[in-house]
């Protein structure tokens, strides 16, 4: 297959993305900024995004390299399964609604480290503000833009380092209009996601349904699932080499509830577009994002399943290897090079779309609780708004140059690009969601306890991460914990740790905060809660229960 740089058709039409999205930009900047200049409105965009711009927003956050990257990476390795993120996620997105949204806008929570100080103390909060920016800065800022920089590199045959500063230069732009800016042009950029991610999945289908002889993206699907039917099973059996990564119903009742709920519901990237608006807009935003998250292994996923049968039939044998081995994360480039001229400029348009949201979200947020929890509270606790506002920007532009200089000695390892990111944020995920949960629905969860489930959390994942290296671990497959790996080691699948480690933490914090009250030294912040609180409109309720029943049909037609 030849391979196919930019042509002046596909320029031409970047060009009016990148014009479009700076345009509106600006036009909503202007616009907005003489309503409000204070930080809730940099910020937060109080009270000005619509249920649809939170909804868009939301998706453009979420969906970025690591998706179309390598999530087709994994479509490609392990099949459908890996729809399970989205799919789950769909689901996660309509409970943080119903049960985690209001209880931060009645509280009124501007940011994740606010709610701990509220709900614990100011060590846990600034314990975890300092956390969360350096995973935010170190892990999430800079995967984001080493493996978006790759992309657009390997499909415009730009030089890496220049992909990477332009793409980092141009979500400043964004970023420093606030986050009504972000919001209103991420509607734009999932425009642009959602139509060049289709064009591609088009074009996948159809290059399988002519390598067979026929024609149309019908046939072309029915053929996959055909040729490699192992590759549409939502439901891996503990034979499956890929059983590790997505050990059996842990993706339905274990782990994967702890992967989702900690990042749709805990995670100041994410809740941030919902903090600023009325419970009703926020909710509407929220399923108006479960339904975008049910198409998007159409987008993500299928690619990946069509790259496979097509190289498994002798197709793009040099173009998927790398270092003499296949590289997964290969095949949606590879498909993107094929596309025809203008085509594939809307879909390089659409990939670094998707890079740019999700860098300006991340910045957005490093510079809210920078400027909120760390500056406010610590280093000028006198600040005016203005001063507010002006280092909210300043950080933003310090932690892109972080993440440029940071980004390049990343590895990623041969999981593949979304399996590093799951596995690796999960080391810290049960503990923060542990954390959480209990600081929402237990009055009696004291700060320690929430110390605990932090660093105990943390220690325990890394234990159980290596602890089959010393110890001999079969004897937990009996019960479905430990699959053996191609080196004969006996390992725990991240999700199951995941779940071993939620439940430590839960019951060490139950344990630690039940002492405390009999010593008498439990000193618990409850929050402002109340049963009506999480009622839903007719309306939210209805699109509630077609997800449900979307969901209970996908899973039953390819368990």
């Given at each position: 297959?030849?391979?196919?740089?930019?042509?002046?058709?596909?320029?031409?039409?970047?060009?009016?993305?990148?014009?479009?999205?700076?345009?509106?930009?600006?036009?909503?900047?202007?616009?907005?900024?003489?309503?409000?200049?204070?930080?809730?409105?940099?910020?937060?965009?109080?009270?000005?995004?619509?249920?649809?711009?939170?909804?868009?927003?939301?998706?453009?956050?979420?969906?970025?390299?690591?998706?179309?990257?390598?999530?087709?990476?994994?479509?490609?390795?392990?099949?459908?399964?890996?729809?399970?993120?989205?799919?789950?996620?769909?689901?996660?997105?309509?409970?943080?609604?119903?049960?985690?949204?209001?209880?931060?806008?009645?509280?009124?929570?501007?940011?994740?480290?606010?709610?701990?100080?509220?709900?614990?103390?100011?060590?846990?909060?600034?314990?975890m503000a300092v956390f969360w920016l350096l995973l935010y800065v170190?892990?999430?800022?800079?995967?984001?833009?080493?493996?978006?920089?790759?992309?657009?590199s390997s499909i415009s045959g730009f030089d890496l380092t220049f992909?990477?500063?332009?793409?980092?230069?141009?979500?400043?732009?964004?970023?420093?209009?606030?986050?009504?800016?972000?919001?209103?042009?991420?509607?734009?950029?999932?425009?642009?996601?959602?139509?060049?991610?289709?064009?591609?999945?088009?074009?996948?289908?159809?290059?399988?349904?002519?390598?067979?002889?026929?024609?149309?993206?019908?046939?072309?699907?029915?053929?996959?699932?055909?040729?490699?039917?192992?590759?549409?099973?939502?439901?891996?059996?503990?034979?499956?080499?890929?059983?590790?990564?997505?050990?059996?119903?842990?993706?339905?009742?274990?782990?994967?509830?702890?992967?989702?709920?900690?990042?749709?519901?805990?995670?100041?990237?994410?809740?941030?577009?919902?903090?600023?608006?009325?419970?009703?807009?926020?909710?509407?935003?929220?399923?108006?994002?479960?339904?975008?998250?049910?198409?998007?292994?159409?987008?993500?996923?299928?690619?990946?399943?069509?790259?496979?049968?097509?190289?498994?039939?002798?197709?793009?044998?040099?173009?998927m290897m790398q270092d003499g081995s296949v590289n997964p994360d290969?095949?949606?480039?590879?498909?993107?090079?094929?596309?025809?001229?203008?085509?594939?400029?809307?879909?390089?348009?659409?990939?670094?779309?998707?890079?740019?949201?999700?860098?300006?979200?991340?910045?957005?947020?490093?510079?809210?609780?920078?400027?909120?929890?760390?500056?406010?509270?610590?280093?000028?606790?006198?600040?005016?708004?203005?001063?507010?506002?002006?280092?909210?920007?300043?950080?933003?532009?310090?932690?892109?140059?972080?993440?440029?200089?940071?980004?390049?000695?990343?590895?990623?390892?041969?999981?593949?690009?979304?399996?590093?990111?799951?596995?690796?944020?999960?080391?810290?995920?049960?503990?923060?969601?542990?954390?959480?949960?209990?600081?929402?629905?237990?009055?009696?969860?004291?700060?320690?306890?929430?110390?605990?489930?932090?660093?105990?959390?943390?220690?325990?994942?890394?234990?159980?991460?290596?602890?089959?290296?010393?110890?001999?671990?079969?004897?937990?497959?009996?019960?479905?914990?430990?699959?053996?790996?191609?080196?004969?080691?006996?390992?725990?699948?991240?999700?199951?740790?995941?779940?071993?480690?939620?439940?430590?933490?839960?019951?060490?914090?139950?344990?630690?905060?039940?002492?405390?009250?009999?010593?008498?030294?439990?000193?618990?912040?409850?929050?402002?809660?109340?049963?009506?609180?999480?009622?839903?409109?007719?309306?939210?309720?209805?699109?509630?229960?077609?997800?449900?029943?979307?969901?209970?049909?996908?899973?039953?037609?390819?368990?």
């Amino acid at each position: 297959m030849k391979h196919n740089l930019l042509d002046t058709k596909d320029y031409i039409v970047f060009a009016i993305y990148f014009v479009i999205v700076a345009a509106y930009g600006l036009y909503i900047y202007n616009k907005k900024k003489s309503a409000s200049t204070g930080s809730k409105d940099y910020f937060l965009a109080e009270g000005s995004l619509t249920w649809w711009a939170i909804g868009a927003s939301l998706i453009a956050s979420n969906i970025s390299a690591e998706q179309f990257i390598g999530m087709s990476g994994s479509g490609f390795k392990m099949g459908l399964a890996i729809a399970t993120y989205e799919w789950m996620g769909a689901l996660t997105l309509v409970i943080v609604a119903v049960f985690f949204i209001p209880v931060y806008l009645k509280n009124k929570i501007a940011t994740m480290p606010q709610f701990l100080h509220q709900r614990y103390n100011g060590t846990v909060a600034m314990i975890m503000a300092v956390f969360w920016l350096l995973l935010y800065v170190v892990v999430n800022l800079t995967s984001i833009l080493y493996l978006g920089a790759l992309a657009v590199s390997s499909i415009s045959g730009f030089d890496l380092t220049f992909c990477m500063y332009a793409i980092a230069a141009f979500a400043i732009l964004i970023t420093l209009g606030g986050m009504k800016v972000i919001g209103y042009t991420d509607v734009i950029q999932v425009f642009f996601l959602i139509l060049g991610g289709l064009a591609t999945t088009y074009l996948a289908l159809n290059l399988v349904s002519t390598h067979y002889g026929t024609s149309g993206v019908f046939e072309g699907y029915s053929l996959m699932t055909s040729k490699a039917s192992e590759h549409f099973q939502m439901i891996l059996k503990p034979d499956n080499e890929n059983y590790i990564d997505l050990p059996g119903l842990s993706v339905l009742v274990g782990g994967m509830w702890i992967v989702n709920l900690n990042y749709w519901g805990c995670n100041q990237y994410i809740t941030q577009r919902a903090l600023g608006a009325d419970l009703k807009t926020a909710r509407g935003g929220l399923l108006f994002a479960a339904f975008l998250k049910l198409l998007m292994p159409i987008i993500v996923v299928l690619p990946g399943i069509a790259a496979y049968v097509l190289y498994k039939d002798g197709a793009f044998q040099s173009e998927m290897m790398q270092d003499g081995s296949v590289n997964p994360d290969r095949a949606y480039p590879v498909l993107l090079n094929l596309l025809p001229a203008g085509l594939k400029g809307l879909s390089f348009a659409a990939l670094t779309a998707a890079v740019v949201a999700s860098l300006a979200g991340k910045a957005n947020s490093i510079a809210t609780i920078f400027t909120l929890d760390i500056y406010k509270k610590v280093l000028k606790t006198d600040a005016s708004e203005k001063d507010l506002v002006f280092t909210g920007k300043i950080a933003v532009v310090v932690a892109m140059v972080l993440g440029v200089l940071i980004a390049p000695h990343l590895g990623i390892d041969k999981k593949g690009g979304f399996q590093y990111i799951q596995e690796y944020t999960g080391f810290v995920s049960p503990g923060i969601f542990a954390m959480f949960i209990l600081g929402f629905f237990w009055k009696r969860s004291t700060s320690n306890a929430a110390l605990f489930a932090t660093i105990g959390g943390f220690g325990l994942s890394l234990l159980l991460k290596f602890l089959p290296g010393m110890v001999d671990l079969s004897f937990l497959s009996g019960i479905g914990f430990s699959v053996k790996t191609a080196a004969g080691i006996y390992e725990i699948p991240f999700l199951d740790r995941m779940g071993i480690v939620f439940v430590f933490c839960i019951l060490g914090m139950v344990l630690i905060s039940l002492t405390e009250y009999r010593k008498g030294v439990a000193n618990p912040k409850g929050l402002e809660i109340d049963s009506s609180m999480f009622k839903t409109t007719p309306g939210f309720a209805v699109g509630a229960l077609i997800i449900v029943g979307l969901l209970v049909a996908l899973y039953g037609i390819y368990w």
